[in-house]
């Protein structure tokens, strides 16, 4: 399983450290903070991917460590390791030299590495930022290539040549690619049609309405929520792994995949960016997000700025996907900063799978340990009892899998939608089982509620003196909705608004005033 998106090109950025890769890979990706980047050799460690767009032609960016012949330590190594990875699986290669410094025995060796692919290899000179310089990139001829583009990275200078070459070298389109286009071109009409007003916008009916044709309601109704729902499932499922140093995300993720897609190290911090792998699952795919460590507040504030970056990327990273896999150490247990991680993902809406990885090292357990761990958590960890648990081992691969399936199921409850005369019976059944307490002389009436969003389901309800509903009875009717319809792993929101029902004169009243 490679870490391109299905059916898609890749053009991997390779080079000695410090030429720029990363910064020529925000630049064409679109994203000036996608990958990290920092005046000094080294930051970038695994391969980083991001999705392009050319003249009509989409491909895959992948960022990667400097090569380097002699690395000098254990992670440094693994760096080259996934460099190669990277230009093993590209159909076009970008080789980064750097025109300000000029021609090194570094490029040098880098140009041996390369010279061994049977794949295209464009040479570009970066930091050519004047034409001096760009009269000085012509030394790099000597490499051998006949495609060699003056660029920089930082100004653009040069970029959309260096472009027009990328896209000229990819290979022709593939039946995946063509048929992802057709996809595209079908949701972007949708979408037209809808702006134009030629589909009906989903509209929420008052409660007179509801009650009239209740059946034909929510038919129309779940048919404007198909469509909706098929265009917004265009995009994979994005699973984040999540969670302090060193607790294993990395391994869980090259678990799933069955390869070393991202650096391994028992040194805390190992991970630096947000890494996206898109993989095959079932009928369509999922991306997988690796992401660094989340330190506490403190030691980041005060820590080198590339961690302040990663985890800010990190953080990034709970807010783009559609679930999140917190990753435990069961020897530590739960600690704060696990709590401080689920907080996040609750306030971005996002799925949660909790995943207590290195299961198979806990000393003296029994067949009851997890039941146990499970209850603390649960207790410790209240606001998200929703979330389901399940204990792995990246280091075995015991239930890696399940992980990943629990992620995806999910996913499709933060989709899940209930019909508006659905959700008014299973409301009035609640009330009518539990009335709200009477607050100063008044008790507030739930007149009506309908769902208005999904990821996360959203609902709202309409009703009488809302401010005086107390916390613990919208925690009931969360329940209630969850005893019924699940929504295993997801927050759900709920929304109450002011309804003053107008006073209307009894029938035939009106018309016996006409006579």
Same mark, same amino acid.
């Given at each position: 399983?490679?870490?391109?998106?299905?059916?898609?090109?890749?053009?991997?950025?390779?080079?000695?450290?410090?030429?720029?890769?990363?910064?020529?890979?925000?630049?064409?990706?679109?994203?000036?903070?996608?990958?990290?980047?920092?005046?000094?050799?080294?930051?970038?460690?695994?391969?980083?991917?991001?999705?392009?767009?050319?003249?009509?032609?989409?491909?895959?960016?992948?960022?990667?460590?400097?090569?380097?012949?002699?690395?000098?330590?254990?992670?440094?190594?693994?760096?080259?390791?996934?460099?190669?990875?990277?230009?093993?699986?590209?159909?076009?290669?970008?080789?980064?030299?750097?025109?300000?410094?000029?021609?090194?025995?570094?490029?040098?060796?880098?140009?041996?590495?390369?010279?061994?692919?049977?794949?295209?290899?464009?040479?570009?000179?970066?930091?050519?930022?004047?034409?001096?310089?760009?009269?000085?990139?012509?030394? &790099?001829?000597?490499?051998?290539?006949?495609?060699? %583009?003056?660029?920089?990275?930082?100004?653009?200078?040069?970029?959309?040549?260096?472009?027009?070459?990328?896209?000229?070298?990819?290979?022709?389109?593939?039946?995946?690619?063509?048929?992802?286009?057709?996809?595209?071109?079908?949701?972007?009409?949708?979408?037209?049609?809808?702006?134009?007003?030629?589909?009906?916008?989903?509209?929420?009916?008052?409660?007179?309405?509801?009650?009239?044709?209740?059946?034909?309601?929510?038919?129309?109704?779940?048919?404007?929520?198909?469509?909706?729902?098929?265009?917004?499932?265009?995009?994979?499922?994005?699973?984040? &792994?999540?969670?302090?140093?060193?607790?294993?995300?990395?391994?869980?993720?090259?678990?799933?995949?069955?390869?070393?897609?991202?650096?391994?190290?028992?040194?805390?911090?190992?991970?630096?960016?947000?890494?996206?792998?898109?993989?095959?699952?079932?009928?369509?795919?999922?991306?997988?997000?690796?992401?660094?460590?989340?330190?506490?507040?403190?030691?980041?504030?005060?820590?080198?700025?590339?961690?302040? %970056?990663?985890?800010?990327?990190?953080?990034?990273?709970?807010?783009?996907?559609?679930?999140?896999?917190?990753?435990?150490?069961?020897?530590?247990?739960?600690?704060?900063?696990?709590?401080?991680?689920?907080?996040?993902?609750?306030?971005?809406?996002?799925?949660?799978?909790?995943?207590?990885?290195?299961?198979?090292?806990?000393?003296?357990?029994?067949?009851?340990?997890?039941?146990?761990?499970?209850?603390?958590?649960?207790?410790?960890?209240? &606001?998200?009892? %929703?979330?389901?648990?399940?204990?792995?081992?990246?280091?075995?691969?015991?239930?890696?899998?399940?992980?990943?399936?629990?992620?995806?199921?999910?996913?499709?409850?933060?989709?899940?939608?209930?019909?508006?005369?659905?959700?008014?019976?299973?409301?009035?059944?609640?009330?009518?089982?539990?009335?709200?307490?009477?607050?100063?002389?008044?008790?507030?009436?739930?007149?009506?509620?309908?769902?208005?969003?999904?990821?996360?389901?959203? &609902?709202?309800?309409?009703?009488?003196?809302?401010?005086?509903?107390?916390?613990? %009875?919208?925690?009931?009717?969360?329940?209630?909705?969850?005893?019924?319809?699940?929504?295993?792993?997801?927050?759900?929101?709920?929304?109450?608004?002011?309804?003053?029902?107008?006073?209307?004169?009894?029938?035939?009243?009106?018309?016996?005033?006409?006579?």
């Amino acid at each position: 399983m490679s870490g391109r998106s299905a059916g898609l090109p890749v053009v991997a950025l390779v080079g000695r450290p410090n030429v720029g890769k990363s910064t020529l890979f925000n630049r064409v990706v679109g994203d000036a903070r996608a990958a990290i980047v920092e005046d000094r050799a080294r930051t970038t460690r695994d391969r980083l991917y991001g999705d392009a767009e050319w003249n009509g032609r989409r491909f895959v960016v992948v960022d990667t460590g400097g090569l380097e012949a002699a690395p000098g330590d254990a992670i440094e190594e693994q760096v080259q390791l996934q460099a190669r990875l990277a230009i093993g699986e590209a159909d076009v290669i970008v080789f980064l030299v750097d025109a300000e410094t000029g021609f090194t025995p570094a490029d040098q060796d880098a140009a041996e590495l390369l010279r061994r692919t049977t794949k295209p290899v464009l040479v570009a000179a970066n930091k050519a930022d004047n034409q001096r310089r760009e009269q000085d990139a012509a030394e &790099f001829f000597a490499l051998g290539w006949e495609e060699q %583009y003056a660029i920089s990275a930082n100004h653009g200078r040069g970029v959309a040549d260096l472009l027009d070459a990328i896209v000229w070298a990819l290979p022709p389109e593939s039946q995946a690619e063509i048929a992802r286009k057709e996809r595209e071109a079908e949701a972007e009409a949708w979408a037209k049609d809808m702006a134009a007003g030629d589909l009906e916008p989903f509209v929420v009916g008052d409660e007179e309405a509801e009650e009239a044709d209740e059946a034909a309601s929510d038919e129309a109704e779940s048919a404007r929520w198909d469509a909706m729902m098929a265009a917004e499932s265009s995009e994979p499922p994005a699973i984040a &792994f999540v969670g302090r140093p060193n607790v294993g995300k990395s391994s869980l993720l090259n678990a799933l995949l069955g390869e070393e897609r991202t650096i391994v190290s028992s040194v805390p911090g190992t991970t630096r960016d947000a890494i996206d792998t898109t993989i095959p699952w079932g009928r369509s795919e999922v991306v997988l997000i690796d992401t660094a460590g989340i330190k506490r507040r403190g030691k980041v504030a005060n820590g080198p700025a590339a961690e302040r %970056y990663s985890t800010l990327r990190a953080l990034k990273a709970i807010s783009r996907a559609d679930v999140a896999v917190l990753v435990l150490d069961a020897n530590d247990g739960l600690t704060a900063q696990d709590a401080h991680v689920a907080g996040y993902v609750i306030e971005e809406g996002r799925g949660l799978v909790i995943a207590v990885n290195k299961w198979d090292i806990v000393e003296g357990k029994t067949h009851k340990s997890f039941d146990e761990f499970v209850t603390t958590l649960r207790r410790d960890l209240p &606001f998200v009892d %929703y979330a389901p648990v399940i204990s792995v081992s990246a280091k075995t691969g015991q239930r890696v899998t399940r992980v990943l399936e629990l992620a995806v199921d999910v996913w499709g409850e933060r989709r899940r939608r209930i019909g508006t005369g659905e959700l008014n019976r299973l409301v009035r059944e609640a009330v009518e089982r539990n009335p709200p307490a009477i607050v100063h002389g008044k008790r507030t009436k739930v007149r009506y509620a309908t769902q208005v969003g999904v990821a996360p389901p959203t &609902f709202v309800f309409f009703a009488t003196e809302p401010a005086s509903l107390h916390f613990s %009875y919208r925690r009931y009717l969360e329940n209630r909705l969850r005893e019924a319809y699940g929504f295993d792993g997801t927050p759900i929101r709920l929304v109450f608004r002011e309804q003053v029902r107008e006073k209307r004169p009894p029938k035939g009243r009106g018309a016996r005033a006409r006579r």
